[in-house]
Each structure stands twice: as structure tokens, then as C-alpha cells.
């Protein structure tokens, strides 16, 4: 045997090298096995996102009796927690329902599904389709489309509102337009607190919009709410009237009755009474009846302005 007969060679002569084919095909087969553990990766952590951002009854504890009394064990205070988080989202879901309610009647994307109850026809409107198809009275999709609009503005505005706050806000709006309604929400929060605002005090703000209220549809949403502050606490400012309170009329005759006998006269008509009061109003010398009127009707107004903060609050 020759030392020929124990030549290594990595190919004949003439013949093509391979090791680097081979080497390549090993790199690729290691690239595709590494990016399809890394697509299994990324798949999972979608699927796990979703699974944690989406709603439902799963994620809610089960009702169980107290564990006791006074202060929350702490698997107590993760469950109210958890049970506070649906609750929350119970009043983010309702404007979607409400936006997508809106979205079927506008388009009557009903109008080619077959009738519940009619199989030979399809649905006409709305108020048929929602009922029957998914259990939503006529009257509460009306309220879900009224109000949606207003609820995904207080949201984008970082406020937590709810059904409730939101209803009392749909005749601001049908009355004066979407940003008017979402004044009068933050004008209940600044006079308030965004954590005191309730559905009863969004209502007795609104009852006390005048009718004939003017506001400008150009405005921002807090240029408006200043406006219609100003026209609240006027509203709630006692009216001027050229009518004397029966008690002031006594006073004043009474009064007069003192002077006349303090002149010595049978009597003072009134009108002689109102002539030097105005006289001694407008003297720039002696300014005493004028020092006085200014404190009185200062009086009335600082009287009025915590009226009207009573009001809103």
C-alpha cells in the first residue's frame, strides 16, 4: 500500500471545490430556522396583546363574599381593581356602540339583510334592524347615536364622562352645536373638579342656558366656555327694575314723614325726596350718598357671583 492510497483530497482534479456550497447551505438553513423562531416570537407576543387588550367576562373576578371587614386584603384590592377596569370600560364602549349604531343608520348598511320576522323583505330602517337584530330598543339606539359624538370629544379631552353625564349634554348640542355642548361639560369641570362632575350637575347647568343664548360656532371649545359663563352669572344677577319693592316705597314714605316734621311741613311728596337724593348721589363735593350706593352694589354683586358659583357647582 502507497502513501497515495492515504491521500485526503478534498475533490479530483478537474472537479468543482463544494465546501463552500455546503457551507453556504448550512448558513441559509440556520438563517430561515432563526427567522421562523423569530416569526413565532413576534406571532405570540401579537396574539398575547390582543388577547390582554381585548374585553371580556373572562377578565372579570368571579363574585365572592367578603373576606372580612374594615380594609381590603390584597387579592381583594387586585380584584376591585380588575372590577373597576370593566366598569371603566362599560363607559368607553357605549359611545363605539353608539358611533357604530350611527354609522349602520346614515349608510343603512341594513338595507340588503333579510327582515327578522320577514324573511321576504329586508329591513327599511334603523328602528326595525336594531331590535330585532341585536336587542336595542328604538329609544336606547336613538340615545347611543345622539350622544356618541359628544363622548369620544370628552374622551379625546382626557375626561372620564358616562351615559348619563352625556345625555343631560345631546339638547346643548341639538340646540347649539357639538363644541357648544362640550363647553358646558368643561365649565361643570372647572367650577367642580373633573372628579366631582355628575349627571346632576351637567343637568342644572344646562337648565340654566337661556333660550335665546348667542354663541359664535367659530369659537374653541374654551373661548365658548367663557362666554357662556359670562351670560350665566348675568342670568343669575338680580334684573335691574324700574319698579320700587313695596318695603323700599314704605321706608321712603316713612322717612319722608321725619323730615317733613322736622321742616315743619304737613308732608314731602315723594318725587321732592327722589330729586334730592339724586342731587346728593351726583354732588362731586360731598361723595357720602355715592360712597354708600357703591357699597351696597358692590355688595349685590359679589352676592350674585356666589350665586351663580353655587349654581354651576
Given at each position: 500500500?502507497?502513501?497515495?492510497?492515504?491521500?485526503?483530497?478534498?475533490?479530483?482534479?478537474?472537479?468543482?471545490?463544494?465546501?463552500?456550497?455546503?457551507?453556504?447551505?448550512?448558513?441559509?438553513?440556520?438563517?430561515?430556522?432563526?427567522?421562523?423562531?423569530?416569526?413565532?416570537?413576534?406571532?405570540?407576543?401579537?396574539?398575547?396583546?390582543?388577547?390582554?387588550?381585548?374585553?371580556?367576562?373572562?377578565?372579570?373576578?368571579?363574585?365572592?363574599?367578603?373576606?372580612?371587614?374594615?380594609?381590603?386584603?390584597?387579592?381583594?384590592?387586585?380584584?376591585?381593581?380588575?372590577?373597576?377596569?370593566?366598569?371603566?370600560?362599560?363607559?368607553?364602549?357605549?359611545?363605539?356602540?353608539?358611533?357604530?349604531?350611527?354609522?349602520?343608520?346614515?349608510?343603512?348598511?341594513?338595507?340588503?339583510?333579510?327582515?327578522?320576522?320577514?324573511?321576504?323583505?329586508?329591513?327599511?330602517?334603523?328602528?326595525?334592524?336594531?331590535?330585532?337584530?341585536?336587542?336595542?330598543?328604538?329609544?336606547?339606539?336613538?340615545?347611543?347615536?345622539?350622544?356618541?359624538?359628544?363622548?369620544?370629544?370628552?374622551?379625546?379631552?382626557?375626561?372620564?364622562?358616562?351615559?348619563?353625564?352625556?345625555?343631560?349634554?345631546?339638547?346643548?348640542?341639538?340646540?347649539?352645536?357639538?363644541?357648544?355642548?362640550?363647553?358646558?361639560?368643561?365649565?361643570?369641570?372647572?367650577?367642580?373638579?373633573?372628579?366631582?362632575?355628575?349627571?346632576?350637575?351637567?343637568?342644572?347647568?344646562?337648565?340654566?342656558?337661556?333660550?335665546?343664548?348667542?354663541?359664535?360656532?367659530?369659537?374653541?371649545v374654551d373661548a365658548l366656555a367663557r362666554t357662556i359663563k359670562g351670560v350665566l352669572v348675568e342670568e343669575l344677577q338680580p334684573a335691574a327694575s324700574r319698579a320700587i319693592?313695596?318695603?323700599?316705597?314704605?321706608?321712603?314714605?316713612?322717612?319722608?314723614?321725619?323730615?317733613?316734621?322736622?321742616?315743619?311741613?304737613?308732608?314731602?311728596?315723594?318725587?321732592?325726596?327722589?330729586?334730592?337724593?339724586?342731587?346728593?348721589?351726583?354732588?362731586?363735593?360731598?361723595?357720602?350718598?355715592?360712597?354708600?350706593?357703591?357699597?351696597?352694589?358692590?355688595?349685590?354683586?359679589?352676592?350674585?357671583?356666589?350665586?351663580?358659583?353655587?349654581?354651576?357647582?
Amino acid at each position: 500500500m502507497s502513501a497515495d492510497d492515504f491521500e485526503v483530497g478534498w475533490g479530483d482534479e478537474g472537479e468543482p471545490d463544494r465546501t463552500a456550497d455546503t457551507l453556504n447551505d448550512v448558513d441559509t438553513r440556520r438563517e430561515a430556522k432563526r427567522k421562523k423562531t423569530q416569526d413565532v416570537d413576534i406571532t405570540a407576543a401579537i396574539e398575547q396583546a390582543v388577547e390582554e387588550a381585548r374585553p371580556g367576562l373572562h377578565k372579570v373576578p368571579d363574585p365572592v363574599e367578603p373576606a372580612g371587614e374594615g380594609e381590603l386584603t390584597d387579592e381583594e384590592r387586585q380584584r376591585y381593581e380588575e372590577c373597576l377596569d370593566g366598569v371603566d370600560l362599560g363607559n368607553v364602549a357605549w359611545f363605539i356602540q353608539g358611533k357604530a349604531l350611527d354609522t349602520i343608520a346614515v349608510g343603512r348598511l341594513f338595507r340588503d339583510t333579510p327582515h327578522k320576522l320577514e324573511p321576504e323583505r329586508n329591513y327599511d330602517t334603523i328602528e326595525e334592524w336594531a331590535p330585532l337584530e341585536k336587542g336595542i330598543s328604538v329609544g336606547q339606539c336613538s340615545k347611543l347615536r345622539a350622544g356618541w359624538e359628544i363622548g369620544e370629544v370628552i374622551a379625546a379631552r382626557d375626561y372620564k364622562s358616562n351615559p348619563g353625564q352625556v345625555r343631560e349634554l345631546v339638547p346643548v348640542k341639538n340646540a347649539f352645536g357639538l363644541k357648544a355642548a362640550i363647553a358646558v361639560y368643561v365649565l361643570v369641570v372647572e367650577a367642580v373638579g373633573a372628579d366631582k362632575v355628575t349627571a346632576e350637575r351637567v343637568r342644572d347647568t344646562v337648565k340654566l342656558l337661556p333660550g335665546d343664548l348667542k354663541l359664535d360656532e367659530d369659537e374653541d371649545v374654551d373661548a365658548l366656555a367663557r362666554t357662556i359663563k359670562g351670560v350665566l352669572v348675568e342670568e343669575l344677577q338680580p334684573a335691574a327694575s324700574r319698579a320700587i319693592p313695596p318695603a323700599v316705597t314704605r321706608a321712603v314714605d316713612q322717612t319722608a314723614i321725619k323730615i317733613a316734621n322736622a321742616l315743619d311741613r304737613p308732608r314731602i311728596p315723594r318725587s321732592e325726596v327722589t330729586l334730592r337724593l339724586m342731587e346728593a348721589f351726583a354732588d362731586p363735593e360731598d361723595t357720602t350718598v355715592f360712597d354708600v350706593v357703591l357699597d351696597r352694589m358692590k355688595e349685590a354683586e359679589k352676592a350674585a357671583k356666589k350665586a351663580a358659583k353655587k349654581a354651576l357647582g
